[in-house]
């Protein structure tokens, strides 16, 4: 019978780099095949490592694989300072825009759209509606007495059924394309990547792509049906991503500039 493996171990560490000491948390994970860094806008810097131990158990990290760890963020410095800058900014942004609330603007589908919020009648739930109109996209909430300190929660329950629809309809275009059929689909909401594919076929993908332009979207969602075919990122596989979305790059950057701001778009990291 197989183990599901244990959640990963972390603990802070701090980084001595070239250009000044980078505070970090340290992920231990029986479950990582390689190294891997990810900048996360709640927690900063984090420096995944593999360490299995028996029966799918992360062990703690010894001091071997500390100092790899060390090393390994020395190499890549610059890329580490240019997404915590990026974190930086979109945390700035977020704290000049102020709280969530009436008047705030929120991306969806890579617009920008007027939030007004109001109250939901007598016995009514709270609900949510997109208006478009000559003097710009709006998203109207009706907030129910019961969530009146909820308007975080009640948006993200809206965005994530439409980013159901949206993905549902992306997948079944490109997967009968691609020749594929995904086993399952979730949607999620992972802090570290766009979306996931396993080699048992089934696909995850995140909620917050609905924020996003449908172009990237789409680049997402082909990238992750391609990796049913081909697994790993040799030359074959970009040709068969390219084959759905040839402006592919152009795509994958936009998720990148923009990952810190689609992450704190409801205030999450206050």
């Known amino acids: 019978m197989s183990r599901t ?10 980084l001595d780099l070239p250009g ?38 992360a062990r703690p990290p010894d001091d071997r694989v500390i100092a790899a760890a060390r090393a390994f963020a020395a190499q890549r410095e ?10 930086d900014a979109a945390r700035a942004a977020e704290t000049a825009r102020g709280p969530l609330g009436d008047g705030s603007v929120l991306p969806y589908r890579g617009e920008p759209h007027v939030l007004r919020v ?71 909401d992972q802090r570290t990547r766009w979306g996931s594919a396993s080699r048992s076929g089934r696909i995850s993908l995140s909620w917050r792509l609905v924020l996003a332009p449908p172009e990237a979207l789409e680049t997402v969602v082909v990238h992750e049906l391609a990796h049913l075919r ?22 994958r950057l936009w998720l990148r500039r923009h990952a810190a701001e689609l992450h704190g778009v409801l205030g999450e990291a206050r």
Not at 129 to 152: P, S, W
Request: no cysteine.
């Open 5 to 14: 493996p244990t959640p990963p171990i972390e603990r802070p560490i701090r």
């Open 78 to 87: 610059e890329w580490i300072r240019r997404h915590l800058a990026s974190v």
């Open 118 to 188: 109001g109250e939901a009648g007598p016995r009514r739930r709270s609900s949510v509606a997109r208006v478009g109109g000559d003097d710009g996209d709006e998203i109207h909430v009706a907030l129910a007495a019961r969530d009146a300190d909820r308007l975080g929660e009640v948006l993200e329950r809206w965005l994530r059924a439409r980013a159901g629809v949206a993905i549902e309809h992306a997948v079944a275009r490109h997967a009968r394309a691609l020749g594929v059929a995904p086993a399952a689909l979730t949607i999620r």
């Open 230 to 251: 081909v697994f790993g990122h040799p030359p074959d596989f970009w040709a068969l991503v390219a084959s759905r979305m040839p402006e592919h790059r152009k795509w």
């Open 20 to 57: 000044g000491p980078v505070d970090a948390t340290l992920r231990a994970s029986a479950r990582a095949r390689r190294l891997r860094l990810s900048v996360d806008h709640r927690r900063g810097l984090v420096v995944t490592v593999p360490v299995a131990g028996g029966r799918g158990r």
